[in-house]
């Protein structure tokens, strides 16, 4: 049950913004940000088909984010996670803060929030019968 709201998740995703301007990649492109070398990877939080995720430090501020490093061919993917993450205004989602390439790779900064996974306390609640499937969808749903 779990592989099935997995990828109903990710369609949704998909369909929040199909929309892809294969130049818009370069606009988000801030010259200005912090350099990458001022932050510290902390942990490993998980990883992906296209990804690893790891908790940080900055190192000047000392505040910790959330790292998202894909691989350059991927940046559709990370253009429009981006863009679906710019439009979340929520105090229990990540807030974007940065993009940024190096080493070949995208990297995604988003605030660093501690706790569960939404993938984790939806799926328990689906194995314990805590919530019905159809709820599940009507708040996937609801979050578009």
Do not use: W
């Amino acid at each position: 049950m779990f592989s099935k709201f997995k990828k109903l998740c990710c369609r949704t995703a998909d369909v929040i913004d199909n929309s892809y301007p294969e130049n818009e990649i370069n606009i988000m492109k801030d010259d200005n940000i912090e350099r990458p070398d001022q932050y510290q990877i902390i942990s490993l939080l998980g990883t992906g088909g296209t990804s690893n995720v790891y908790k940080i430090k900055n190192l000047k501020t000392g505040k910790f984010y959330t790292c998202k490093k894909m691989p350059l061919s991927k940046k559709r993917r990370a253009y429009r996670e981006v863009t679906v993450l710019k439009k979340i205004n929520n105090s229990y989602f990540p807030t974007f803060r940065k993009l940024f390439i190096e080493d070949n790779k995208l990297h995604i900064i988003t605030d660093y929030i501690e706790g569960v996974e939404l993938f984790d306390m939806v799926h328990a609640c689906l194995e314990f019968n805590l919530i019905t499937k159809d709820n599940a969808l009507k708040y996937i749903n609801y979050m578009r």
